[in-house]
């Protein structure tokens, strides 16, 4: 096994490295400063968005490097995948957990004291194990890489306290640098990483939060079944996650799906383990094309080439969304990320939120929600409400590639139609003293003939029926974005009542003219209309062949025992069907062809493309 191959850490040939094992050209941004400083010695925290290039930040310096990599990392599952992956890209990893038997744990521990391997890696909680710990100190690992690092914090979405006693380790090897990874933005969570990990004095790495690739819309959730299957059948045969609000309705759409001969499975953390590793296996292998999933399923997930992300309902907070909608398109290719909207998921939304018990957590938990509703409901660029979120600021006008960019809403002359509305809430209030819903203000103006309206006498206040022009459901939207724009507001809760604020009051007396968007109302329509002519990431190419040479793949993959991705990603085989290389000096130049892989496979794809090519004429 080859050790101190590629000499020194002071000018090591990262960028030779890159392609001859990875086979990409050029670095990510930050990737190379965090490598450099890894080598140096330097305990460094990087925050990357899913897709960045996390991984690479620690595996290529440890080929740099003689001696051993540790990769602390929460999932076992993950871990295999993981190795695989460099195993075909000719990298010595392993990992140890529970799923070795006896004699495979001990064949990797010999490797491992005979220093054959550049990456281990291990759990939390293994790793503190004291007789990992002397291992360990034989080994000398020269650089620790904490993975999901945010893992370490309450504050984050996803702690596990096991994470925490990797502190100790910093006591152990004082001398060793800490690189500390996540994809977890807010303030609160880097500053508990920072410190729970003793980090000393960190160089920080911030990546943009921009996902260029991403497209992101937000439709009227009208008839579900069919909006999931309208998407589902634009990227035919490829991956997609649906995110549903609950258990029953995962295993309820995922049925659905197949009934139309979609291969569909659910995956919840109601079912039993087997059960769910087995769906996330056909997931991951590409025997399913898509998993209906709560937001139970995702970390695990390293999967690069999904192509979309469904909300089916409507997510708790941006941070949870953004997550989410981060899974797909992880290569960098095009991947469009849809969350179907239906103002009835607020309403449900506000009562579980009224069922905690902690008066301080229903406060956070309702901004929360807010906010996503916010951003649900904006008619300004999706991309700039979500980066505004993380304090990043986009400032390109349209940013191309998300509804409100592609498809602005059209606004109208709203003047005529705020006063009524507004109007109505303060002859309502004045009439009986306190405050309505939305649908009952709704009901009142376009003259809803209904007990609840007789009763109270709305009837008879003189915005009655005033509001014709528009429909019950335009009238809610009406009232929605003047709550947004401050002219109302919303109490929260079950019974939650809509009231003049004096912004609101301020307003009509000044009689400005206001722009207002017009409201598209859940009808049967089309979801979405045609894609547009160029998207960042798209690789133009001979549409067939890459069909065909992911057929190939996927033989290929099978035989192996390995995910499909693992054998080449969707970048490398969309480069193949746009330059049919039919040397091997060609096909070394495809992005992701490092030379183990060259050697591999590519008299097998030359001669598939050539076959390709001769059949075409
Ligand atoms: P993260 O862990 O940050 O979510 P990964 O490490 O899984 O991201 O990388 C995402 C994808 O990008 C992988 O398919 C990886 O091979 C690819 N990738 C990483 N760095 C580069 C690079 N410099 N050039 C091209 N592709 C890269
Ligand atoms: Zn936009």
Request: charged share 30%; with cysteine.
């Amino acid at each position: 096994m080859e050790t101190e191959l590629f000499g020194g850490t002071r000018e090591a040939d990262l960028a030779g490295l890159l392609k001859r094992f990875f086979g990409y050209e050029s670095f990510r941004p930050l990737q190379e400063d965090v490598m450099r400083d890894a080598l140096a010695g330097q305990d460094t925290f990087v925050l990357m968005p899913t897709g960045g290039g996390k991984s690479l930040c620690y595996q290529l310096p440890a080929l740099a490097k003689g001696g051993l990599t540790v990769v602390i990392s929460p999932l076992i599952a993950l871990m295999k995948d993981q190795v695989d992956a460099l195993h075909e890209a000719g990298v010595a990893g392993t990992f140890l957990n529970s799923t070795l038997n006896a004699d495979e744990a001990r064949r990797r521990l010999a490797g491992l004291y005979n220093g054959e391997y550049r990456l281990l890696y291990v759990a939390p909680e293994r790793l503190v194990l004291p007789e990992m710990l002397e291992r360990l100190a034989e080994w000398q690992p020269w650089l620790i890489a904490i993975d999901e690092a945010h893992c370490i914090s309450e504050w984050g979405h996803d702690f596990r306290p096991e994470y925490r006693q990797i502190a100790e380790l910093r006591g152990r090897f004082p001398e060793t640098p800490f690189m500390a990874l996540t994809a977890t933005a807010t303030e609160r969570v880097r500053a508990d990483i920072v410190s729970q990990l003793t980090l000393r004095d960190p160089k920080r790495y911030v990546a943009s939060f921009n996902r260029a690739n991403l497209t992101y819309r937000v439709i009227p959730r009208n008839q579900p079944l069919r909006q999931v299957l309208d998407v589902a059948k634009r990227h035919d045969g490829e991956s997609g996650i649906v995110y549903c609000g609950s258990r029953a309705s995962t295993e309820r759409l995922a049925k659905r799906l197949c009934e139309q001969g979609i291969r569909s499975v659910p995956y919840h953390a109601g079912l039993d383990a087997g059960t769910r590793a087995k769906n996330q296996e056909a997931f991951i292998r590409d025997e399913m094309q898509i998993v209906c999933a709560t937001i139970a399923f995702g970390m695990g997930i390293d999967k690069p080439d999904v192509r979309f992300v469904i909300h089916h309902d409507l997510p708790k907070n941006i941070e949870g969304y953004y997550q989410e909608t981060g899974r797909a398109g992880r290569d960098g290719l095009p991947a469009d990320c849809v969350l179907l909207f239906n103002p009835s998921d607020v309403v449900k939304q506000g009562r579980f939120i009224d069922e905690k018990t902690d008066e301080h957590e229903r406060t956070i938990a309702r901004q929360l929600l807010q906010q996503m509703v916010h951003f649900a409901e904006t008619s300004d660029c999706r991309r700039r409400s979500l980066l505004d979120y993380f304090s990043e600021a986009f400032t390109d006008k349209n940013c191309g590639a998300c509804d409100n960019c592609l498809e602005p809403k059209e606004t109208f002359d709203g003047t005529e139609a705020a006063q009524k509305f507004l109007a109505c809430l303060y002859r309502i209030r004045e009439r009986s003293g306190f405050c309505f819903g939305m649908n009952h203000v709704a009901g009142v103006l376009t003259g809803a003939d209904t007990d609840a309206i007789r009763k109270r006498g709305h009837d008879q206040i003189s915005t009655y029926g005033i509001g014709g022009e528009f429909g019950r459901d335009e009238w809610k939207a009406i009232g929605r974005e003047l709550v947004r724009l401050g002219y109302a507001q919303q109490t929260p809760g079950g019974m939650s009542v809509v009231e003049l604020t004096q912004d609101g009051r301020d307003w009509m007396r000044s009689k400005q003219p206001l722009e207002l968007t017009r409201p598209v109302v859940p009808k049967s329509k089309s979801s979405e209309r045609r894609p547009r002519s160029e998207r960042a990431g798209e690789i133009k190419c001979d549409e067939m062949l890459f069909e065909r040479l992911r057929e190939f793949r996927l033989e290929l993959a099978a035989k192996r025992g390995v995910p499909a991705y693992v054998v080449f990603g969707d970048v490398a085989l969309r480069e193949m069907a746009r330059d049919c290389p039919a040397t091997m000096e060609a096909f070394g130049l495809i992005s992701g062809v490092g030379d183990k892989k060259k050697a591999e496979y590519g008299k097998l794809f030359i001669s598939e493309i050539a076959a390709y090519l001769e059949e075409k004429g």
